[in-house]
Antibody
């Protein structure tokens, strides 16, 4: 059974930094691209970032580009999101998601498994 | 940036058919994925690559995509289908995924 468990969420002040982690199990982690998607409670989904199986591709949404950095450790079946220069509008539930494709920029890379999400709050 | 437009809500009686549209510029040239999200739960993939279903998703869920509109069709709607539905595509001009605005399906 595929499992994705996010951790690292917290209340942080504007301008601060935070690192999210996602522990994966139940599948061959280094065969697939992985993504982060966020959602303000009661609102829609916003794609944040994706990384290819071999880290050859890393893509970011316009609202986080230059502030967030995605990475993965295939030896530890883990996905990470380093967030810096955080803003109140970054407040959201952050989901880790597995793609069906190997490359994060694959248009056919639907997200077939999702974690339960972790809350990030940015406020003074 | 690429915009995907969905109706905010769709209402349907049990046993009837619900159609959820996702509009975008030349969306027919893209692969469209659909997700179902029930309150307090993570999204679930229900249709990928326009019209394919993941294992475990009922045949009642189907998709199509042509021209300016992609459509998710739910046949023989059940109370358990009540949820928010989001479409998604890859915007190759910006190298980013885009989600639709979301449609809330209410089963009357």
């Amino acid at each position: 059974e595929v499992q994705l468990v996010e951790s690292g969420g917290a209340l942080v002040q504007p301008g601060g930094s935070l690192r999210l982690s996602c522990a994966a199990s139940g599948f061959t982690f280094d065969d697939y691209a992985m993504h982060w998607v966020r959602q303000v409670p009661g609102k829609g989904l916003e794609w944040v970032s994706g990384v290819s199986w071999d880290l050859s591709g890393k893509e970011y949404g316009a609202s986080v580009k230059g502030r967030f950095s995605i990475s993965r450790d295939n030896a530890k079946n883990s996905l990470f999101l380093q967030m810096s220069s955080l803003r109140p509008e970054d407040t959201a539930l952050y989901y880790c998601a597995k793609a069906v494709a190997r490359y994060s920029y694959d248009p056919r890379g639907a997200l077939d498994h999702w974690g339960q999400g972790i809350l990030v709050s940015v406020s003074s | 940036s690429y915009v995907l437009t969905q109706p905010p809500s769709v209402s349907v009686a049990p046993g009837q058919t619900a159609q959820i549209t996702c509009g975008g510029n030349n969306i027919g040239d893209k692969s469209v994925h659909w997700y179902q999200q029930k309150p307090g739960q993570a999204p679930v993939l229900v249709v990928y690559d326009d019209s394919d279903r993941p294992s475990g998703i009922p045949e009642r869920f189907s998709g199509s995509n042509s021209g300016l509109t992609a459509t998710l069709t739910i046949s023989r709607v059940e109370a358990g289908d009540e949820a928010d539905y989001f479409c998604q595509v890859w915007d190759s001009t910006k190298d980013q995924y885009v989600f639709g605005t979301g449609t809330g399906v209410t089963v009357l």
